[in-house]
């Protein structure tokens, strides 16, 4: 049975930094990809960051970009997003996906991953 745990949500002010944390278990996760998507209240589920597990080759949502880092510990099957420099824009529900194989043309699209996690709520106050 294939899990994904997320952890590390809160509540910060904005400029304020986070780390995310998603726990892969159930199956082998060495070619997979894995991602962090995010949804705010009434629009649709937006990529944030993605990682190649082999060879950790990184993707990022331009709105992200210089701010967060996606990261992943081989050892520990465990994916993480390090938000700095926090905005109110920011406040969502993070998701972290998985894809078992990760050579697809997007990445960035929400239905190529076929495992999602439960979800951990972002919100940055100004």
């Known amino acids: 049975q294939v899990q994904l745990v997320e952890s590390g949500g809160g509540l910060v002010q904005a400029g304020d930094s986070l780390r995310l944390s998603c726990a892969a278990s159930?199956?082998?996760?060495?070619?997979?990809?894995m991602a962090w998507f995010r949804q705010a209240p009434g629009k649709e589920r937006e990529f944030v960051a993605g990682?190649?597990?082999?060879?950790?080759?990184?993707l990022y949502a331009d709105a992200v970009k210089g701010r967060f880092t996606i990261s992943r510990d081989n050892t520990k099957n465990i994916l993480y997003l390090q938000m700095n420099s926090l905005e109110p824009e920011d406040t969502a529900i993070y998701y972290c996906?998985?894809?078992?194989?990760?050579?697809?043309?997007?990445?960035?699209?929400?239905?190529?991953?076929?495992?999602w996690g439960q979800g951990t709520q972002v919100t940055v106050s100004s």
């Open positions: 996906a998985l894809r078992p194989e990760a050579l697809i043309s997007t990445p960035d699209q929400p239905n190529e991953y076929a495992y």
């Open positions: 159930g199956l082998p996760v060495s070619g997979a990809i």
């Open positions: 990682i190649t597990w082999n060879i950790g080759r990184t």
